[in-house]
């Protein structure tokens, strides 16, 4: 069930109603939420949320055994951060794996067949693993203690986070979940107006974009124009950015609305003026998680300045292996990859920030226009797909371009982006002012509007794929 249908909107009003009818008994509304989160996991497939079950009591049970332990806690803990690897990689990497190794089988003229089995992959399981390891670290460092099981469980299951993002920690979120006092709506004309942007992101801007610049380029990007191409590459920078920006708003929206706080995870990425600022821009979330729980432990730049750019090249290709299980995904995370280790060089040998200094738009330009490149393997369904799209990109200059007013328009809107930053606060104080008893008719023809000027059909989230 999307969040942005109008199912989901409707029930979501009758469980808000009761959620707070319960306002007394914040232990209650935690099972209302734990039953709500299951049966939209089970909405999906009923062997999901078993498997979200099973996989809970696994973890809970290492994290109990990390606790006991006084002299074997690193053991339990290795383990327990193998069963979620070989969870995940079980699950969502079977099929990629089993292609390889039988093409590596053929190529060794091996006779070997490695069987097919089809395999599913369940919904959120790539954020409630890294949820189970931010539990787990937690629990081996001493900053949490074993939380209570259904809490534990409704940390994995929380439904606003679970189906893509954002990534909650253990030690900040668990503790909203174990709360004894009553729980308020936190920020309740914020909360509206991200879920405004959300259904405006998501469903009208990001909906348009792709019906009419993404989709028909990159289906047949041979017949277009080296303009045209990169009008398709801009497109999709900006689509998957108000997908996701927007999906983030809608359930941090909800989230307050139920009483939680999820973390910041976009904070206008297409500013940032190289790719490190991006990334602290980008799914941050994401890249925190990633800069803790695999940069760093891997040696960060403690090891010298060769070592660190390894270490960047394995955290970044980590990153795009987790985001699929393909070598589109892997590529996409190389060039980042690439990217950062070279923006390092550059630092080292040049000085920190030279480009910048000197012409902060040109840093944000090229940077934008290398993100807008890696997009390319992240957009397309195979390598080969990305191969004719840059072969098209390289040769089609004399194709005349059928986008020039949409090409014209997205520079505009590139150089007054950064105009763009204070709307979401500029929204919610003018909604602040209104009075409440217009509010209702207020976001209902925000909706309506939205619904009657967006394409036809619900939008998917482009990051549940992951």
């Given at each position: 069930m999307?969040?942005l249908?109008?199912?989901?909107?409707?029930?979501f009003?009758v469980?808000?109603?009761?959620?707070?009818?319960f306002r007394l008994l914040p232990?209650?509304q935690?099972?209302?939420l734990?039953?709500?989160s299951?049966?939209?996991?089970?909405?999906?497939?009923?062997?999901?949320?078993?498997?979200?079950?099973?996989y809970?009591c696994?973890?809970?049970?290492?994290?109990?055994?990390?606790?006991?332990?006084?002299?074997h806690?690193?053991?339990?803990?290795i383990?327990?951060?193998?069963?979620?690897?070989i969870?995940?990689?079980?699950?969502?990497?079977?099929d990629?794996?089993?292609?390889?190794?039988q093409?590596?089988?053929?190529?060794?003229?091996?006779?070997?067949?490695i069987?097919?089995v089809?395999?599913?992959?369940?919904?959120?399981?790539?954020?409630?693993t890294?949820?189970?390891?931010?539990?787990?670290?937690?629990i081996?460092?001493r900053?949490l203690?074993?939380a209570?099981?259904w809490?534990f469980?409704?940390?994995?299951?929380?439904f606003?986070?679970l189906?893509a993002?954002?990534?909650?920690r253990?030690?900040?979120f668990?503790?909203?979940?174990?709360?004894?006092?009553?729980?308020?709506?936190?920020e309740p004309?914020?909360?509206?107006?991200?879920i405004?942007l959300?259904?405006?992101k998501?469903?009208?801007?990001g909906?348009?974009?792709?019906?009419?610049?993404?989709?028909?380029?990159?289906?047949?990007?041979?017949?277009?124009?080296f303009?045209?191409?990169?009008?398709?590459?801009y497109?999709?920078?900006?689509?998957?950015?108000?997908?996701?920006?927007?999906?983030t708003d809608l359930v941090?929206?909800?989230?307050?609305?139920l009483?939680?706080?999820?973390?910041?995870?976009?904070?206008?990425?297409?500013?940032?003026?190289?790719l490190?600022?991006?990334?602290?821009?980008?799914?941050i979330?994401?890249?925190?998680?990633?800069r803790?729980y695999?940069?760093?432990?891997l040696?960060?730049?403690?090891?010298?300045f060769?070592?660190?750019?390894?270490?960047?090249?394995?955290?970044?290709?980590l990153?795009g292996?987790w985001?699929?299980?393909g070598?589109?995904?892997i590529?996409?995370?190389?060039?980042?990859?690439?990217?950062?280790?070279?923006?390092?060089i550059?630092d080292?040998?040049?000085?920190?920030?030279?480009?910048?200094?000197r012409?902060p738009?040109?840093?944000?330009?090229?940077?934008?226009?290398?993100?807008?490149?890696?997009?390319?393997?992240?957009?397309?369904?195979?390598?080969?797909d990305?191969?004719?799209?840059?072969?098209a990109l390289c040769?089609?200059?004399?194709?005349?371009?059928?986008?020039?007013?949409?090409?014209?328009s997205?520079?505009v809107?590139?150089f007054?982006?950064?105009?763009?930053k204070?709307?979401?606060?500029w929204?919610?104080v003018?909604?602040?002012?209104?009075?409440?008893?217009?509010?209702?008719?207020?976001?209902?023809f925000?909706?309506?509007?939205?619904?009657?000027?967006?394409?036809?059909?619900?939008?998917?989230?482009?990051?549940?794929?992951f």
């Amino acid at each position: 069930m999307s969040y942005l249908s109008i199912e989901f909107g409707l029930i979501f009003v009758v469980f808000f109603a009761i959620y707070w009818a319960f306002r007394l008994l914040p232990k209650f509304q935690n099972k209302l939420l734990l039953i709500s989160s299951y049966l939209i996991v089970g909405s999906y497939s009923l062997q999901f949320a078993v498997i979200l079950f099973i996989y809970t009591c696994a973890i809970y049970f290492f994290s109990l055994m990390i606790a006991a332990s006084k002299h074997h806690a690193n053991r339990w803990l290795i383990l327990g951060l193998v069963a979620s690897i070989i969870n995940l990689a079980l699950f969502k990497y079977f099929d990629f794996f089993r292609y390889e190794l039988q093409s590596l089988c053929n190529y060794l003229n091996l006779s070997i067949l490695i069987p097919v089995v089809t395999v599913l992959i369940p919904i959120g399981i790539s954020f409630y693993t890294f949820h189970s390891v931010s539990y787990l670290v937690s629990i081996k460092k001493r900053e949490l203690h074993v939380a209570k099981f259904w809490d534990f469980a409704l940390f994995l299951a929380f439904f606003p986070s679970l189906i893509a993002g954002p990534i909650n920690r253990a030690k900040t979120f668990l503790p909203q979940i174990a709360v004894s006092q009553p729980r308020d709506i936190l920020e309740p004309f914020r909360a509206f107006t991200l879920i405004i942007l959300a259904v405006i992101k998501v469903y009208c801007l990001g909906g348009l974009i792709s019906e009419n610049w993404v989709t028909p380029i990159f289906s047949n990007p041979l017949e277009y124009s080296f303009i045209d191409l990169l009008v398709g590459l801009y497109a999709y920078a900006m689509q998957i950015y108000l997908n996701f920006s927007g999906y983030t708003d809608l359930v941090t929206g909800i989230a307050l609305l139920l009483g939680f706080r999820l973390p910041i995870n976009f904070n206008f990425p297409y500013l940032a003026s190289n790719l490190r600022e991006f990334w602290d821009r980008w799914h941050i979330s994401l890249s925190h998680w990633i800069r803790d729980y695999i940069y760093i432990p891997l040696g960060g730049s403690r090891r010298g300045f060769v070592r660190t750019q390894i270490n960047v090249m394995l955290a970044m290709l980590l990153s795009g292996l987790w985001h699929g299980a393909g070598i589109n995904f892997i590529i996409w995370g190389a060039c980042h990859g690439i990217g950062i280790a070279f923006l390092n060089i550059l630092d080292r040998y040049i000085g920190r920030g030279w480009i910048t200094e000197r012409s902060p738009i040109v840093a944000r330009l090229l940077t934008w226009h290398y993100i807008c490149f890696t997009w390319l393997f992240f957009c397309c369904e195979s390598l080969a797909d990305a191969l004719d799209y840059l072969n098209a990109l390289c040769h089609n200059f004399t194709v005349e371009p059928h986008y020039m007013a949409a090409f014209i328009s997205i520079c505009v809107i590139f150089f007054i982006y950064p105009l763009c930053k204070n709307i979401p606060t500029w929204c919610t104080v003018q909604l602040s002012r209104i009075n409440s008893i217009y509010l209702p008719v207020l976001f209902i023809f925000i909706l309506w509007l939205t619904i009657y000027l967006a394409p036809s059909g619900v939008p998917n989230f482009i990051y549940a794929n992951f």
